[in-house]
Nanobody
Framework: EVHLVESGGGLVQAGGSLRLSCAAS????????IGWFRQAPGKEREGVFC????????YYADSVKGRFTISSDNAKKTVYLQMNNLKPEDTAVYSC????????????????????????WGQGTLVTVSS
């Protein structure tokens, strides 16, 4: 059985940092794109940062530019989202999702912004940023 499991969420003060982990079980992430998505109460889901483990292509939302980074450790089957200089508006449930076989940056962007091609979702982890 295949799963994605997120961890690393919690409560942090504005300006602080957190590192989220997305661990895959039952499959390897080498041929997948992994994306981080978030949804705050009353708001629509937003693609935050996505990475293709096929060619290293990346896409991120403007709202996290210069603050968040993504990395992948294929040996550990884990993708990390490093979040620095957190703001109260970053408060949300963060989930990761996997999309297989994305061969172009355009498709990675579609996965990240339109939630296309996503085959598997984790259960999410809550990030709360206090002011």
């Amino acid at each position: 059985e295949v799963h994605l499991v997120e961890s690393g969420g919690g409560l942090v003060q504005a300006g602080g940092s957190l590192r989220l982990s997305c661990a895959a079980s039952g499959f390897t992430v080498d041929n997948y794109a992994i994306g981080w998505f978030r949804q705050a109460p009353g708001k629509e889901r937003e693609g935050v940062f996505c990475i293709s483990n096929i060619d290293g292509g990346r896409y991120y939302a403007d709202s996290v530019k210069g603050r968040f980074t993504i990395s992948s450790d294929n040996a550990k089957k884990t993708v990390y989202l490093q979040m620095n200089n957190l703001k109260p508006e970053d408060t949300a449930v963060y989930s990761c999702a996997a999309a297989g076989g994305l061969s172009t940056l355009a498709r990675l962007v579609e996965a990240c912004t339109q939630f296309r091609y996503l085959e598997l979702w984790g259960q999410g982890t809550l990030v709360t940023v206090s002011s």
